[in-house]
C-alpha cells in the first residue's frame, strides 16, 4: 500500500560513493546537489542505468528526486543514486515494486570497492620483477 508521506527517504551506496535520496510524486524532476540531472551526469549511459529503475517498475515520469551523492566518481555516484532510487520506492510502496526491483538486482548494494596497496608491492597485486641473479 502506497504511504501518505510528503517525501521518502533513502540512502544508496556503490564503491566508495553514498547518495542520499528523497522522492515524491511528482511530473519527473531530478535534482542532485542542487543541479539537474543532465548537467550533474553528462554521460548518456549513467543518466540511462539510473533511469532503469523507474522504467523497471514503469513509473517514468511520476516521482521527483531530490538526492545529495558525495564520495566516489560519477559512475559510482550514478550507481549509488539508483540503489538509492530503488530502496525509496520499496519504502513508498512493497507490495508493488519490491519484487520488480529484486528481481531485476537494484536492491542489492554492489559490494566492490578498490582493494587496498599491500606493502612491498607497487600495487594491489602487482609484484615487483623477480630477479634470481
Not at 535520496?21 to 553528462?42: C, D, F, H, Q, W
Not at 550507481?79 to 525509496?88: E, K
Not at 538486482?105 to 570497492?113: H, Q, Y
Request: proline share 2%.
Amino acid at each position: 500500500m502506497a504511504k501518505n508521506i510528503a517525501e521518502i527517504w533513502a540512502t544508496g551506496r556503490r564503491k566508495c560513493a553514498v547518495a542520499r535520496v528523497r522522492i515524491k510524486p511528482g511530473t519527473g524532476a531530478m535534482i542532485l546537489n542542487g543541479v539537474p540531472a543532465e548537467s550533474y551526469i553528462r554521460e548518456e549511459a549513467l543518466r540511462g542505468y539510473v533511469a532503469q529503475v523507474f522504467e523497471a517498475v514503469e513509473q517514468q515520469g511520476k516521482f521527483d528526486v531530490t538526492a545529495t551523492l558525495t564520495g566516489g566518481g560519477i559512475a559510482g555516484q550514478a550507481g549509488a543514486l539508483r540503489h538509492g532510487i530503488a530502496r525509496a520506492l520499496v519504502t513508498y510502496d512493497e507490495e508493488k515494486f519490491r519484487a520488480t526491483l529484486k528481481a531485476a538486482g537494484m536492491l542489492t548494494r554492489d559490494a566492490r570497492v578498490k582493494e587496498r596497496k599491500k606493502s612491498g608491492q607497487p600495487g594491489a597485486r602487482r609484484r615487483f620483477q623477480f630477479s634470481k641473479r
